[in-house]
T-cell receptor
Framework: KAGVTQTPRYLIKTRGQQVTLSCSPI?????VSWYQQTPGQGLQFLFE???????NKGNFPGRFSGRQFSNSRSEMNVSTLELGDSALYLC??????????????FGPGTRLTVL | GDSVTQMEGPVTLSEEAFLTINCTYT??????LFWYVQYPGEGLQLLLK???ADDKGSNKGFEATYRKETTSFHLEKGSVQVSDSAVYFC??????????WGAGTKLIIKP
């Protein structure tokens, strides 16, 4: 069974631009969560989608948004990029929504660099 | 609010040494506790977990015991290998909420 895939793996953008990252969960998984990982702040939860609905949202500005499609694939978008948005963005999928005993399986991440 | 504190890294050990990575938490109620591992260039993998006090999680020679009296979940391994070099994250989950993560501890094993 294929794991969680994220595209692209690496991305370089300049301040003010916007970016869209994609995540394909494990087949059959309906929940997708997004995390930002930086050396200074560690791992921070962005949001979670289950069956195309946002269930939980972390403490990030409105420039960060996401969506989930009917096939459970998810995208996250960051508008008006800032230097501080440079990070590894991780996607995780699970069978059901968070808070259950379902394990989250992580993708390799997308490394975003903002210049 | 809930939080997780891990020992700062990097932790550098020789092969076959004994490993302890400390993790303590602050939480109301009875959270579930987790250790994740991140190998270079990869995403996070669940290493082990414990869902109630005195539970011991174990996997790949690693162990951690949920100690409610000391609010700790220290990761241990009796004999580390070079292939164990990675970043280790302690995390907790309370009820229906998302995982709360520690800062991560980088482990370097020298041959």
């Amino acid at each position: 069974k294929a794991g969680v895939t994220q595209t692209p793996r690496y991305l370089i953008k300049t301040r003010g631009q916007q970016v869209t990252l994609s995540c394909s969960p494990i087949s059959g998984h309906r929940s997708v969560s997004w995390y930002q990982q930086t050396p200074g702040q560690g791992l921070q939860f962005l949001f979670e989608y289950f069956s195309e609905t946002q269930r939980n949202k972390g403490n990030f500005p409105g420039r960060f948004s996401g969506r989930q499609f009917s096939n459970s694939r998810s995208e996250m978008n960051v508008s008006t990029l800032e230097l501080g948005d440079s990070a590894l963005y991780l996607c995780a999928s699970s069978l059901a929504a968070s808070g259950t005993s379902n394990e989250q399986f992580f993708g390799p991440g997308t490394r975003l660099t903002v210049l | 609010g809930d939080s997780v504190t891990q020992m700062e890294g990097p932790v550098t050990l020789s092969e076959e040494a004994f490993l302890t990575i400390n993790c303590t938490y602050t939480a109301t109620g009875y959270p579930s506790l987790f250790w994740y591992v991140q190998y270079p260039g990869e995403g996070l993998q669940l290493l082990l977990k414990a869902t109630k006090a005195d539970d011991k999680g174990s996997n790949k020679g690693f162990e951690a015991t949920y100690r409610k009296e000391t609010t700790s979940f220290h990761l241990e391994k009796g004999s580390v290998q070079v292939s164990d070099s990675a970043v280790y994250f302690c995390a907790l989950r309370q009820g229906n909420y998302q995982l709360i993560w520690g800062a991560g501890t980088k482990l370097i094993i020298k041959p």
